[in-house]
């Protein structure tokens, strides 16, 4: 009887050291090409998520410009302009501006104006010098407000106006403009008194708009112009002188756009006292459409020699109460260096106001 083979006997041999070194070499290229893939994701998304923050950012600063910029002029007299204190007795009036700037009026200033545009006057960042821009337009809230009495540091308002609460609400450091006739003047609000109703307008306020010793531009100046009975049709309204420029000295490696109300305390002056509306931006830059009769020239930078009349209004000067449209340029950057080429993401922003209160007439209001 034929014997039967004998069934094989498993080898006792495992993976050689070859293969094991193979087969680690291999899973370390796919697990190395998987994590690179992963990394240039995370770095992508990365990335993205700075660009995003930047255009965000960007876009939430320039839209509250063109919302201020769009009230420009409205509910100021049809010279787009505020008397304030000149002449004898009259010192300089304070301007808001970045830090480290002392911006002040001129002798050769007796109003200012709706538009005041600063060229050049702001930080210099990358080598390019940032411009400012301040801007007035009356508070709809609070308009041609009758007064019952008018001195030379304080009126009344009529009754029916709730200074304590409401749109009504007035607080030291808003300012007023108070007119009679074609006369007016420019103060800020130091004292509420609101069971009396009464406005005090100090001397010593942060602007230096309270001047009751000055010759031109004051209360004082105002009584004295319109005598008799000087509360009667004598009109108080609210306005608000809104600043833009950047701030490159809190944090120089992160500028911010700053929006500023009025000076923000009603004494004591401070540049400081801005409101950042987007960070991170490296350039601010402004132009302005004139209408001057004639050649009607197209953004103008407002330099001081288009100011003095060897620029793009020559032979004359380029008049701020003539501006009716403003060119904004916004430019801002990443937070970090985006890869793979380590350099910062920038987008500029750019558009064109009309100022409502400067750029459109009613023809049929008389």
Do not use: W
Not at 25 to 43: E, P, R
Not at 148 to 159: G, L, M, N
Not at 267 to 273: C, G, M, Q, V
């Amino acid at each position: 009887m034929p014997s039967t083979p004998a069934p094989p006997i498993p080898s006792d041999r495992g993976y050689s050291l070859i293969e094991l070194l193979i087969s680690m070499a291999l899973l370390t290229v796919i697990m190395g090409a998987t994590l690179g893939g992963l990394s240039d994701i995370m770095k992508g998304n990365a990335s993205i998520m700075m660009i995003s923050s930047t255009n965000n950012t960007l876009r939430g600063g320039v839209d509250l410009m063109i919302r201020d910029l769009l009230q420009v002029g409205s509910g100021l007299p049809a010279s787009h302009s505020i008397a304030i204190p000149s002449g004898l007795g009259a010192t300089p009036v304070r301007l808001p501006g970045p830090p480290g700037s002392a911006f002040v009026t001129t002798a050769a200033d007796f109003t200012l104006p709706a538009v005041m545009p600063r060229a050049g006057a702001g930080p210099v960042i990358d080598g390019v010098a940032t411009d400012v821009l301040s801007v007035i337009m009356a508070d709809n809230a609070f308009l041609d407000q009758a007064l019952t009495a008018v001195t030379s540091s304080y009126v009344d308002v009529a009754a029916g106006v709730n200074l304590a609460s409401g749109p009504d609400r007035v607080a030291p450091g808003q300012l007023m403009i108070i007119s009679k006739g074609s006369f007016n003047t420019l103060v800020q609000v130091t004292a509420v008194d609101t069971a009396a109703r009464r406005l005090t307008f100090a001397d010593g306020d942060s602007l230096n708009l309270n001047q009751s010793g000055a010759a031109n531009g004051s209360l004082a100046a105002l009584n004295a112009q319109v005598p008799v009975n000087a509360a009667a049709n004598t009109l108080i309204s609210r306005v608000r002188m809104v600043t833009y420029y950047i701030d490159a000295a809190l944090d120089p490696n992160r500028p911010r756009l700053v929006r500023r109300l009025n000076n923000g305390h009603e004494t004591s002056f401070d540049n400081t006292l801005g409101t950042a509306v987007a960070f991170d931006t490296v350039d601010l830059q402004f132009g302005f459409d004139i209408s001057n009769g004639t050649g009607n020239p197209g953004n103008v930078e407002m330099t001081a020699a288009d100011m003095a009349g060897g620029g793009a209004c020559t032979p004359n000067p380029c008049g701020r109460t003539q501006v009716r449209k403003v060119n904004v340029e916004v430019t801002g950057r990443s937070v970090d260096r985006l890869p793979p080429a380590n350099q910062y993401f920038k987008n500029t922003l750019k558009s064109q106001v009309s100022l409502r209160g400067m750029a459109f007439v009613d023809k049929y209001r008389s």
